[in-house]
């Protein structure tokens, strides 16, 4: 071992699974997911061989936004369980060698949450200026043009005060006030809860939402929005999202997450690259650890654009800056249902042998695909309120199937939303027993990746290839591998000699050649 192996803290090594805490274990018949089912299902994701677990938020809520929308920072949502159930889990996480991290929420709470309530009462009410209220626009109206990232105006009038307030996504999720002091020692008092707690860092949502510019212009008009796109991208929120000093925010979370030691922090942030890669502050003052990369999920699937994508991203990053990777979540299509289980295969080694950290999303170890939502079954609020567009967000959060016995082990009851339909045979259990499952392929590229250092600390180069193939190196001290993912359903020529460590393909691989949607890692 050399020393920067041994030095890489464990966000930089590790891999992180989000658990969608509503859909991975029911362990009380309510058709709801729980912390007890969770802990009850630690073995899958020891066994996958991921590092840390990222649980969407836990915190008691009405739902409106399942959970996004937070109506106490500091408790656990009775449907999940309660703090004793959270310490049980916390504890059994830890004792598997695993890290666990929430999700902190910090652009907005619920209306129902007692700051709210408290803001709304009065114009006087000491918490009034906690969230964010204006005056009517001139001609009476709200008081600027911004659009809900879930559509329709950004403004919410309440007759009672007479005043609007703001709301980047649903009417019942007021956006806080980080410029109010108060506001901001109550918020990082919450994180300190959890830490005290002993939680291993946070996932930030929204993060590059959380300050507004100050005196609240008109955010301008977008030229290529078009009625196939949400209502939001209507306009640029050049002045609703990214200010400058939003950083001086992130850089005080970060000093509070190292005052813990051994903790990370990861922004949700969507931004082009120059802008994204300021949110890692700099040496002196550094910002969140990782800026959630999301470009294989906006990017298509094709071998020249995510080369110049890969390319890009690299020349983007501060030196000090640690990449990372993310294919899936709560809120994208499922990976497999973009692109197809075979080339799903491809992707799982794209995201497990990139530079950096790769976040997975429970499911797609699996190859879980499209799962049809029938209309009366619709849940997610973004979807109900644009309808038409194709953004539903509930395709991706059905339950884990578990096994073949009744609600796919899930639950004793019918979930809150459909199984996959195919979840009979494409489950946990099944894909256990089953050597060319997408499961093993998973396990596979996570004990390789643990097993050799070019690929979790290693340097990247691309290669050269053929239209349609992707091809890099990965390199640690005198170690040196080569990933080669043909991106089409074609066999490609490509001059490869070496010993194969994994392909995505069942069969002997054949120098020279790459077979059909094949992956393939050679030392
Ligand atoms: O496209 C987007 C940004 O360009 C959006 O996906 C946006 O980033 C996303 O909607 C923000 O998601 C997060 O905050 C929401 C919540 O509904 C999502 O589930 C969460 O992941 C509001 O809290």
Request: proline content about 9%; overall charge negative; charged content about 25%.
């Amino acid at each position: 071992m050399t020393n920067d192996e041994t030095d890489a803290p464990w966000w930089q090594r590790g891999t992180i699974y989000q658990i969608y805490p509503r859909s991975f274990q029911d362990s009380d018949g309510d058709g709801i997911g729980d912390l007890a089912g969770i802990e009850a299902r630690l073995d899958h994701v020891a066994t996958l061989g991921v590092d840390a677990i990222w649980l969407s938020p836990i915190f008691p809520s009405p739902m409106a936004d399942f959970g996004y929308d937070v109506a106490d920072y500091v408790g656990i949502a009775p449907m999940f369980g309660d703090l004793a159930a959270f310490d049980r889990l916390l504890a059994a996480v830890h004792a598997r060698g695993l890290k666990l991290l929430l999700d902190f929420v910090p652009n907005h709470s619920s209306d129902q949450h007692p700051w709210f309530q408290a803001s709304r009462s009065s114009r006087s009410d000491p918490r009034r200026d906690w969230y964010i209220w204006r005056d009517p626009g001139p001609d009476g109206g709200p008081p600027n043009n911004w659009i809900s990232d879930f559509g329709g105006s950004a403004w919410e009038w309440d007759a009672a005060t007479g005043q609007y307030y703001l709301h980047a996504f649903l009417k019942e999720q007021p956006d806080l006030n980080w410029r109010n002091p108060a506001l901001r020692a109550a918020m990082l008092d919450a994180m300190r809860f959890w830490f005290d707690r002993g939680v291993d860092g946070f996932r930030i949502d929204v993060l590059w939402h959380i300050v507004k510019a100050e005196g609240f212009p008109d955010n301008p008009v977008n030229p290529d929005w078009h009625p196939g796109i949400t209502e939001r991208d209507r306009l640029l929120q050049r002045h609703s999202t990214d200010q400058p000093e939003a950083h001086a925010i992130a850089a005080e979370m970060r000093a509070l997450a190292d005052g813990y030691g051994d903790r990370v922090l990861v922004g949700e942030i969507f931004l082009p690259n120059d802008r994204h890669a300021r949110w890692y502050g700099t040496p002196d003052t550094p910002e969140v650890h990782l800026p959630f990369n999301f470009q294989l999920v906006e990017n298509a699937w094709d071998a020249a654009v995510l080369r110049r994508v890969i390319a890009d991203y690299e020349a983007s990053l501060p030196a000090f800056g640690w990449p990372n990777w993310v294919f899936g979540s709560h809120d994208a299509p499922r990976i497999a249902a973009r692109i197809g289980e075979a080339q799903a295969r491809v992707a799982a080694m794209l995201l497990l042998t990139l530079r950096g950290t790769p976040t997975l999303y429970q499911g797609d170890e699996l190859g879980i695909g499209e799962v049809p939502i029938p209309p009366d079954r619709v849940r997610d609020p973004q979807d109900l309120r644009q309808p038409g567009l194709g953004i539903g967000r509930d395709r991706s959060r059905t339950p884990m199937p578990w096994d073949a016995s009744p609600f796919a082990g899930f639950s004793t009851t019918e979930p809150w939303l459909p199984l996959n339909p195919d979840w009979r045979t494409r489950n946990v259990a099944a894909q256990d027993r089953d050597p060319t499952a997408m499961l093993q392929l998973y396990r596979d590229l996570l004990r390789l990746r643990r097993a050799q250092s070019p690929l979790s600390v290693g340097t990247m180069s691309l290669l050269d290839a053929p239209d349609g193939v992707l091809v890099y190196a990965r390199a640690h001290g005198d170690a040196r591998l080569r990933i080669l993912l043909n991106l089409t359903a074609q066999d490609a020529i490509v001059d490869w000699h070496g010993t194969p460590l994994l392909s995505t393909l069942e069969g002997p691989s054949v120098p020279g050649l790459l077979r059909a949607n094949e992956g393939l890692i050679i030392a």
